[in-house]
Every structure is written in C-alpha cells, then in structure tokens.
C-alpha cells in the first residue's frame, strides 16, 4: 500500500510517490511491457502513462515514429486505425493512392516529407490534365493522411508540408454539369423506351443519388405521405458482388416529398417490375428480391449499365442535330438543384432534399442559367421602381 506525501491518503495501486526525489511514478504491465513514467504531480505521472499506452494501442514508437513511409501511413489509415471506413470509401482511397501517389511520394519517410515532394503530386496532375473533381479528391486525401500523422504523433504540424503548398492551376476548364429544363425534358423523352427510364425521371426529379435510388425497395414508397424513404445504398465490391450500406452521411438517410412526376416514374417502374419479374419470380429470392429497379434478370442494376444507356441516349439526341450537353450520372444530381433553385425551391430545401451535410456543398453543385439569371436581375429594375413610387411627393 502505498501514500500520497502526506502520509495519510492511500494512493492508487500503479501509483507510488518517491519521497526522497519528491515525485510520482506511475507504471503498468501492458502487453507484456512494464512501463512507467514520472511526474511532478500524480496527475503529471498518469497522464504520460495514458499517453503511452495509446501509443502502443496505435503502434506508434517514440523512436521510430518518424521513419513511417507514406505507404505504411496510407496502410495503417484505411486499415487499423479507421476499419469504421465503409468499402466504397476504402476502394477509392486504394485507387487514388495507386495512381497519383505511390510512384512519387510512397516511399518517402515522413521526416523527410517536403512540400518539394507533394509539389511534383501536383505537376503530375497538371501534366495528365486531371479534372478538377479528380485532383480535389487527390488533395483531400493527401490532407487526410497527413493531418492523421499529426494526431497520431508522426509527424510535427510545423513540418506537415500539406498547408505549405498551393493547389494547382491551369487545370482543364470545368464542364458543364448541369442542364435547363428543356435539356431535361428532352433527354427524358428519347430515353422513353430504355429499360432505365423511370430510373432517370426519378433521378431528376429528386436530386437523389443513382445508389440511393437503385437500392430502393418497393417498402421504401409511402403513397399515403407522398414520401420516399432513402436509407440505403448499393454499391458492388472489385469482384462484382452487390451489397446493401448505409448512405454516404448521417444527412444523407431522409424522406423525400415527392412531386407527381417522381410518383409516376415510380408507378410505372412498379408495372415494369412486374413484366419482369413474375415470370422468374422463384429465381430472385433473398436479399434483393424487393428491389425497386432491377435488370433484365431481376437482380441489380450495375450502374456500368446505366452510365452506357445514357451514352447512347445523348448520342442519339445529337444525330438528330439537337443540342445535348455531356450528361452523366451525377450531373443529374446537378441538375435537379440548378432547376429547383430557378423554380424558387429554397436552398435549405433543396439541401435536405439531396441530403448534403452542408449548404455550401448544395451550393457547388448550383449553375444559374442565363435565363435565370436574367429574370432575377430584371427584379432590381422592379425595386427602384417601387422606391420611386414609395418616395415620390405628393
């Protein structure tokens, strides 16, 4: 039993005070290891003690935690210190580190990291002519793992080179991602006989994700509240294997109010449905045998395939010498918020809607048209008439 300097007060059994040297010690046998450490106070002592301890959990060596690679950093990221990281995240983080990181900086040791080695990350991309989505996501990524080393002791935030370079410049200009009300109606009306059309009018009438939508059960329609409960995605693994997760974000698991127009895109999938299934209704049981949207077979839609139905659909408005911009998947996501914002839905709407965690990401997803923008500057002109009338003497 051991006490405290005033000889009186029983003190913790990993504690001891060293009268004589007037400190604290504070040990522990963990994982084989017998560790203590000192401190002028026993708050001091057990503090250091903790700290320790948590290194060894995270495998972190005061000696050795500069000499952890990149590599090894990327490793132990998307492996021990996060598993909470969903699948689709992880692939993608292994495909961004794969192509624009591993040659140039994998096997630099983090004390020896220089903004000199994230600048030639940076020029590659350039030189590539990386679109911007892509290199925001190389720079996110690199950001992440680097402020983890701080956290995690590897790395000192004064020689964190992330901060200390610029992004790039000179990138391809971006395109258009979204499109006006007609676009959208005439990219609905050729799509009419594709076996994913019902698919796209929901997509656009709801902003919703294409794994949100193609995970959709039939239970998931309220037609009594006219709402559509978004609380899964479906995503398929390196192998091909379909499987059911949560959404991207907390925000993202939401009831969307539907317009009549996503109602009808739903009863008509439901009639689709039925023409394909019932005759291999026996082949399909188990976990998506309620799909909403299924393929020709009635299992899951690969989303590989819808990116080619719309391919063709926009091949197919422009040789008949219609303007089309390049439409793809998410730019339907675009879409449905650029249109709703022009039609007075307002922005926090049109955010829980699309289930984003913050406005300002509804917001990078927002292109005015011209049109829009026009009609809402003519509005100006309507103010100071109202003014002069207000201010005008009698």
Known sequence: MAFDKDGKTVLPANIYYDRKKEIYYADKVYKGERIYFAGKTKAEA???LRKRLYEIDMHISPQKKSNVTVEELFELYVGEYHPELKPTTVQQY???????????IGKVKLKNLLPYHIQKVYNHLVEKKMKQGTVNNVRKMLRTLLNEAVRRGMLS?????YPKVKAPSNLPVKQQRSF??????QFLQYAGKSLYANLYKLLLYTGMRVGEALALMICDVDWDNHVLHVTKNLQKTTQGVFYIETPKTRESIRDIYLVPEAEEAIKSQL??????????????KGEFENL???????????????????????????????????????AMRHGY?????????????????????SIETTMRYLELQPDYIRKQSMKISDLYQTEEVCNKPE
Request: glycine fraction near 6%.
């Open 46 to 48: 057990e503090k250091r």
């Open 94 to 104: 292994r495909f961004l580190y794969d192509y624009y990181l591993k040659d140039f």
């Open 157 to 161: 935030a004064d020689d964190n080179p």
């Open 180 to 185: 006006t009300e007609e676009q959208r109606d």
């Open 271 to 284: 009639e689709l449905r039925k023409i394909i299934v019932e005759p291999i209704q026996e082949d399909i």
């Open 292 to 330: 909403l949207f299924v393929n020709t077979k009635g299992k899951p839609v690969n989303v590989g395939s819808v990116r080619q139905s719309i391919n063709r659909i926009v091949e197919k408005i422009r040789a008949d010498g219609n303007d089309c911009p390049d439409i793809w998947i998410h």
């Open 337 to 357: 918020v650029s249109i709703a914002v022009a039609r007075g839905v307002p922005l926090e709407v049109v955010q829980a809607n699309v289930g984003h965690t």
